[in-house]
């Protein structure tokens, strides 16, 4: 009963770390104008990266990071800083319709921001890979392996579902609220990157706290 609770513990870390809901503000944003097929393409394309990730984390993410000299404090302050551009462009971005948005652009794919903003680093940032990382290093054998990609499994449906909902959303709010939307999640997600990097900071210079 006790290793039940203790992979539903790692269950919602992970995926309060991931936080499905952190990527549909951008989702919305990134996606205006765009046909409803496109759309789904972009959540599916989201929801097996952030997968995928996780899943290269979980089994050579240490490795990895090693190899190239990476630590998690470093990986942390670039990916808050990337977060942190990105959510400069939701809160300031325009263009001629007065918000900035990926189709007006005829050199980029609307669907190119599945993978970067949206699985990387917004969804499967520094916080879940580190994470993921450290419950591989920890895992005790192939079943522990299993059950964590069960629960990589289950939180990568759980990103499915939160920028399915967030179509949904897009109708009901109109091209007004999600504009507005936008403009005050960009100010919340600005936050989000700045706490990242005051947090590699503090890792990497334990003195500044």
Do not use: C, H
Request: glycine share 8%; proline share 4%.
């Amino acid at each position: 009963m006790s290793e039940i609770s203790q992979n539903i513990k790692i269950f919602i870390a992970i995926l309060v770390l991931v936080n499905p809901l952190e990527g549909i503000s951008i989702f919305l944003s990134k996606t205006t104008g765009i046909d409803k097929d496109a759309k789904a393409r972009i959540v599916r394309k989201t929801t097996l990266s952030v997968f995928v990730v996780l899943i290269v984390s979980l089994f050579f993410g240490k490795f990895v990071l090693t190899l190239f000299g990476i630590g998690i404090p470093s990986f942390t302050i670039a990916g808050g800083i990337i977060i942190f551009l990105i959510a400069l462009d939701m809160v300031l971005g325009k263009s001629d319709s007065g918000e900035k948005s990926l189709p007006n652009d005829p050199n980029k794919n609307p669907e190119d921001i599945a993978v970067v903003p949206l699985a990387i680093p917004m969804l499967a940032g520094p916080g879940a890979i580190s994470s993921i990382i450290l419950y591989g290093s920890n895992s005790q054998g192939i079943m522990n392996d299993i059950i964590l990609v069960v629960i990589l499994f289950l939180v990568a449906t759980a990103v499915w579902f939160s920028l399915n909902a967030a179509s949904k959303m897009e109708k009901k709010l109109g091209n007004t609220g999600v504009k507005i939307l936008t403009k005050i999640s960009g100010l919340l997600v600005a936050a989000i990157a700045m706490e990242m990097i005051y947090q590699g900071l503090i890792q990497l210079f334990p003195k500044i706290q």
